[in-house]
């Protein structure tokens, strides 16, 4: 007997280095955080989880990149993967960057010394 319980292309063009910070954010992220980040991604709309919304600027206000690279890297309790062995730092930040990218609002001055 064999399982599936998800297929994932984590092998695929990804691995070789040739995705873009949006096809990854597509292939592990947007089936919870959704397409657009506002936290309405198909396996959010099955779970009685709350995703964040990250085109929220009062929400992205209160998270620094730091927070998004530790939620990235180490994953969230149990119900988000760490993915910090998978994806090199460049490829992580390059995600952090584009869930800024979703809130319009213009990102409130970095004290210095904080990642970008």
Excluded at 16 to 42: E, F, I, N
Excluded at 51 to 66: G, W
Aim: aromatic content about 8%.
């Amino acid at each position: 007997m064999v399982l599936v319980v998800e297929a994932s292309p984590v092998f695929g063009a990804e691995s070789q280095g040739t995705s873009s910070p949006q096809s990854r954010y597509g292939l592990r992220c947007a089936s919870c955080h959704g397409a657009s980040g506002k936290g309405d991604g198909w396996r959010a709309k099955l779970s009685w989880l709350k995703m964040p919304n990250f085109s929220d600027s009062a929400y992205m206000q209160t998270r620094s990149d730091d927070d998004f690279l530790i939620a990235i890297k180490q994953g969230r309790k149990s119900v988000m993967p760490a993915y910090g062995l998978e994806l090199p730092e460049r490829e992580i930040k390059d995600l952090v960057a584009l869930i800024r990218s979703f809130d319009k609002a213009p990102a409130p001055p970095k004290p210095a010394g904080t990642a970008r």
